[in-house]
């Protein structure tokens, strides 16, 4: 944040010109032009300091956020040679030693965020004024010698707008590629389907997957040797402005996929943690070991209703990304802890002191996919909660898709045979080529000793591809991971990667942005009262100046009830301190209830 010495700073520097004899003239236009070297070099001082600051008081918790978004600040700075890399590097893992942040985490963080910030300069450079609604603060600040900046330390790019816009805008990073939707039979299918809706296939083809998790039957699940057998339930989100077609998305993998005939629930809302759990949770009657004799002798087992698991699929759709963060936030919410130990299959529920409120699902007996809808806005805060490790569970893909067609293709027709219609009664493993288990062992052996150290937001990216290709093959109805399989499902996490960085980058100018303005609204702040202060202080002065004058009109001077008459009403708050400054300054004295003008 600005620092106290920083705003004093621009204070004073506004209070010097106040004190001016004749303050220029001031419109509503700004000059767009750049500052000069000097300024330049003070600008990107304070902007190294301001984020130092920022890092060294970070609260735990926020950490490795607030390291990255102050790399991110100054990657831009280094993307217009206002500071090298090594500078920036240096000042920051500094900060970060001097606020006690693990140093090995803060490099990893500082990296990420400096390579963020120099893929998008520093625009303007060198830096101008140019906001309309802070004119006053730059015109009371701005340099003696006439030139116009904007002095703050975090002047990023305008956030984007959710809103469609009618110029070209740059490629979307982070859609699958062509030659992916090329690859099988199967993606151009989906594609297709989509694109006759006025869909994106990105959307159609998560949301195809994210379904077809919470369809399979729980008894299949991935085997590569590493870890226990995995789940393959996939979360997936899909990001775009309004109206953009993300719950379209989920109406086409309905359509194309049809549900098997057992108790499959099928895009329900998300609500709470217990009630995801209460989803699987059934009545059911059980027989007590005892028997009931009837007439004639017969024997009739004795039974009682008891409460468990009944149901093994289920998918859940949250067409707003901002309701399920706000659901979480609430105070004692299990929510965000049942989505990410759902998202890896393990157990669900809790048990309490009454069968009635006791809910145990045990795991590996269940399958569940989630589809979430998120506007890019509001995809910052789920992303911004990388230490919990819920966004990592997350595919990411965008609902904007330049590729559909004017003319709508025909509808393909669903799959009338398909993965989730499966039910082995007995566990059964999609297997990996020998390769791929090795290669996935020496990645989590590299980890698990710490040779390596992951960035958090790839903390699940070995899982996550491990799941991909295991569905691959089995909507190519084969229980052995190929290589292609596992080449697709990389094609797909890279896709995912480059969307949830663009996402990070977003949330981060935001962030800039918003500290920009609070730092501004503080500087104001001060200067208004300062001049709030300064126009008092000049009205006691103009009192006693018509003090003076009055005492002088007649030798006899003055009463003060007279001058108290003479005086206009706006002016009569000030009438006693006025007559104080005017007495200090020796321009009248007192003497009872008459006031009289000094000689010379």
């Given at each position: 944040?600005?620092t ?6 621009g204070?004073?520097?506004?209070l ?7 303050p220029?003239?001031h419109?509503?236009?700004i ?5 000069s070297d000097?300024?330049?070099?003070k600008?990107?001082a ?9 890092i ?9 956020n607030?390291?990255?978004?102050a790399?991110?600040?100054?990657g ?13 590097r240096?000042?920051?893992l500094?900060a970060?030693v001097?606020?006690?942040h693990?140093e090995?985490?803060a490099q990893e ?5 400096l390579?963020a ?7 303007p ?9 802070t004119?006053e603060l730059h ?7 006439g030139?116009?900046i904007d ?7 305008p956030?984007?707008?959710d809103e469609?816009?009618t110029q070209?805008s740059a490629?979307?990073?982070?859609r699958l590629?062509?030659?992916f939707w090329?690859a099988r039979?199967?993606f151009?299918h989906?594609r297709q389907?989509?694109h ?6 990105d ?8 379904r077809?998790s ?7 699940r991935a ?13 997936a989100?899909?990001v ?7 719950s379209?998305?989920a109406?086409?993998?309905r359509?194309l996929m049809l ?8 895009g329900?809302?998300?609500?709470s943690g217990e009630?995801?759990?209460e ?9 007590t070991?005892?028997?009931?004799k009837?007439k004639?002798?017969t024997?009739t087992?004795?039974?009682r209703k008891v409460r468990?698991?009944v ?11 901002e309701t ?7 105070n004692g919410?299990?929510?965000?802890e049942t ?8 157990a669900?529920g809790?048990t309490n002191?009454?069968?009635?409120r006791?809910?145990?699902i ?12 998120f ?5 910052g805060p789920?992303?911004?909660?990388s230490s919990?490790g ?8 965008w ?6 067609p004017?003319?709508?293709p025909l509808?393909?027709?669903a ?8 039910r082995?009664d007995?566990p059964v493993?999609?297997t990996f080529p ?14 698990a ?7 958090e937001l790839?903390?699940?990216a ?15 109805d ?5 290589q292609?399989d596992?080449?697709?499902a990389?094609?797909i996490?890279a896709?995912s990667c480059?969307v949830r960085?663009a996402l990070?980058e977003?949330?981060?100018r935001d962030a ?5 303005r609070?730092d ?5 702040q ?11 202080d ?9 003090i003076?004058r009055?005492?002088?009109?007649d030798?006899d001077?003055?009463t003060?009830s007279?001058?108290n008459?003479a005086?206009a009403?706006r002016?009569r ?8 400054y005017?007495?200090v300054?020796?321009?009248v004295s007192t003497?009872g209830?008459r006031?009289?003008a000094?000689a010379?």
């Open positions: 944040m600005t106290p010495d920083e705003i004093a700073a204070v004073d520097a506004a010097a010109k106040l004190a001016g004899p004749a220029r003239a419109t509503n236009v000059a767009m032009r750049p500052a000097d300024v330049v070099a600008y990107v304070k902007a190294v300091q301001a984020e130092c600051d920022r060294v008081t970070a609260p735990m918790g926020d950490q490795n607030t390291i990255n978004r790399a991110f600040s100054l831009q700075l280094v993307a217009v040679a206002a500071l090298t890399e090594d500078e920036a240096a000042q920051l500094a970060a001097a606020g006690n693990p090995r985490r963080s500082i990296a990420s965020g390579t910030g120099m893929r998008l300069p520093r625009t450079w060198p830096p101008v004024s140019h906001r309309d609604d004119a015109r009371l600040i701005a340099p003696d010698d030139q116009s002095w703050s330390d975090t002047d990023e790019p956030a984007e707008d469609p816009s070209q490629p979307l990073p982070g590629p062509e030659e090329n039979p199967l151009a989906i389907a989509a006759a809706k006025a869909c994106s296939g959307v159609a083809f998560y949301s195809f997957l994210a077809l919470g369809m399979l039957s729980h008894n299949i085997e590569t040797g590493v870890g226990t057998r995995a789940s393959l339930n996939v979360f989100a899909v775009g402005p309004p109206g953009a077609g993300k379209t998305g109406s086409v993998a359509s549900p098997p005939d057992d108790d499959f629930r099928d329900l809302p998300i609500g009630g995801i759990a989803v699987f949770m059934g009545t059911v009657e059980e027989e070991g005892e028997t009931r009837g004639g002798g024997e087992p004795v039974t468990r698991q149901r093994h699929n289920a998918f859940f759709y949250a067409d707003e990304g399920l963060a706000k659901l979480s936030e609430r919410s299990t929510l965000p989505l990410r130990r759902a998202a890896v299959g393990e669900l809790q002191a009454t069968e009635e006791t809910r145990y045990p795991e590996a007996s269940y399958s569940l996919g989630l589809l979430v809808g506007q890019p806005s509001s995809a789920v992303l911004a909660d919990t819920t966004p990592q569970r997350f595919l990411w893909g609902a904007i898709d330049p590729t559909i004017d003319e709508p509808w393909p027709g799959f009338v045979h398909h993965a989730g219609l499966k082995p007995e493993d999609v020998k390769d791929i288990c090795q290669q996935l062992r020496r990645e989590h052996l590299a980890k000793r710490g040779e390596v150290e992951v960035a790839d903390a699940h070995p899982l996550m591809r491990v799941k991909l290709a295991a569905l691959l093959a089995l909507l190519d084969r229980m052995h991971v190929s292609e596992w080449d697709l990389g094609v996490w896709s480059a960085n990070v977003r949330a981060l800039a942005a918003e500290r920009q609070q501004e609204a503080k500087v104001l001060e200067v208004r009262a300062h001049e709030a202060k300064g126009d008092v000049r009205a006691i002065a103009r009192v006693a100046r018509f003076a009055k005492a002088s009109e030798k001077g003055i003060y007279a001058l008459r005086m009403s002016d708050p000030v009438l006693r301190k006025a007559l104080d005017a007495e300054q020796e321009w003497h209830d006031i009289f000094e010379g």
